[in-house]
């Protein structure tokens, strides 16, 4: 049996990269990364978009908003000194109709505001010498944006944690969490490591704090150690399409529309991946399981759990026409090609295939409100004091990885007196 001063739940790209950056802070401490598949970074971090976001969208003074500007500059810094290969193929934010060029000038100002360097506002002359097949009246051009390979970045940071001494049990999903039951024989100041985690296989770990960076499964970890369920994590689906390879040519860099205010997700883009190939979307459509990435994957509990949540109903209800507009173009490729043509009118049908799809954790409130910020917390009781919980960190926590994990280095120093 093993014991560890931290156990940190989850390695994805937000587990690890705060793993590595607490072995890095407390290097004569014991950690461990828990995590339940076989693989690192199997889910959203390896189902991501691959995008370094710039930080234009989010509200400013919001943690997204300051974490996602540093975080990019970390995250550009870190591949440097690790040779990750990434480029900087910037970002077109392209009004395609009147209407939107008001909100187009309002992201630019809230750019601005979140200190998001090089922007400008570029009109249709522009638009076409940057991307040649696009059209627009107007865009926002973020040369900072960048892609890369997150999977890669993620297992980077797991070799740094494990060269600092590190350990990481895969294949260890968290089921259970109790306090250790005193011996007599124990010296006054109790066990040194009173929580005990056990995993399903009825394996056990010792530790003295844990950290979740749970994802999909923030809530339900946060219920089993006796926190809070709220937020509850509903999965959306999100289905890319790729552009065939011999039409990856029409796309240089990442273009986007201009977000609607009162739709939650931010709509069909074109992505150019570090392989080549250009990805198209995503959707956004409920999935009926959390690690459910196909049309057709189904578990039960989770169907229930999202659907007896009053929160998604509210939700569902504001939002009705939008989710079944969604809906529809998740099943017929030409309603999904009709979003991509008001930006490259020359893409048919016949040029994209269906491509892979992630599952995005979305946190939500017992309004139906979306959680929109990272959410940080611990409980109270015996775990509860010793836990802290990344409850939602939705994109662009990866961008964010390490700015996030600095904040949290910081929270655990100032919550577990490290």
């Known amino acids: 049996c093993s014991a560890f001063d931290v156990a940190v739940v989850g390695a994805g790209i937000v587990g690890l990269a705060s793993a590595r950056e607490l072995v890095r802070r407390h290097p004569s401490l014991a950690f461990a990364v828990l995590e339940k598949e076989k693989e690192l970074a199997h889910h959203q971090s390896g189902h991501n978009s691959g995008v370094i976001h710039s930080g234009i969208y989010y509200k400013p003074g919001s943690l997204k908003a300051k974490l996602c500007v540093q975080g990019a500059a970390l995250c550009y810094e870190y591949c440097d000194q690790k040779g990750i290969p990434y480029k900087q193929c910037g970002k077109l934010i392209v009004a395609v109709e009147q209407d939107e060029i008001p909100r187009l000038k309002a992201l630019y ?12 506002l570029i009109g249709a002359k522009e638009i076409q010498a940057k991307e040649p097949f696009c059209r627009g009246l107007m865009a926002l051009d973020s040369p900072y944006t960048g892609i890369v390979n997150y999977k890669q970045v993620a ?38 490591y009173p929580v005990i985690v056990r995993n399903s296989k009825g394996e ?22 006796g926190c809070s369920p709220e937020p509850r994590i509903v999965p959306f689906r999100g289905d890319y399409l790729v552009l065939k390879p011999e039409k990856c040519y029409m796309v240089k860099g990442n273009i986007y529309p201009v977000p609607n205010p ?23 459509v409920l999935a009926f399981k959390r690690e459910g990435y196909k049309l057709f994957d189904f578990s039960t509990g989770d169907f229930l759990d999202a659907v ?27 309603a999904q090609v009709k979003q991509l043509q008001k930006f490259i009118p020359e893409v048919t049908v016949n040029d ?27 409980g109270s009781g015996d775990i509860g004091s010793r836990i802290l919980h990344v409850r939602n960190a939705p994109s662009p926590a990866a961008t964010s990885s390490l700015a996030i994990a600095e904040m949290i280095a910081d929270e655990v120093k100032r919550r577990f007196e490290l």
């Open 109 to 120: 100002e809230r750019g601005l505001q979140n200190n998001v360097r090089g922007l400008k």
């Open 155 to 192: 297992q980077s940071y797991a070799e740094d944690f494990q060269e600092a001494g590190g350990t990481i049990l895969t294949d260890f999903e968290v089921t259970n969490m109790e306090m250790a039951k005193e011996s007599s024989s124990e010296s006054e100041d109790g066990l040194k």
């Open 204 to 225: 056990e770990i010792y530790c003295t704090h844990i950290v979740t960076c749970a994802g999909l499964y923030s809530d339900r970890l946060s219920e089993i150690s």
């Open 262 to 284: 009162r739709f939650p997700f931010l709509g069909f883009h074109f992505t150019p991946r570090m392989d080549g190939s250009v990805w198209l979307g995503p959707n956004a």
């Open 308 to 334: 007896m949540y009053s929160g998604l109903w509210k939700l569902v209800l504001r939002n009705l026409s939008y989710g079944l507009s969604e809906m529809y173009r998740a099943c017929f490729l030409s």
């Open 352 to 378: 994209v295939l269906r491509g892979p799809s992630g599952v995005r954790a979305q946190a939500l409130d017992s309004d139906g409100n979306l959680v929109d910020d990272f959410v940080f917390d611990g």
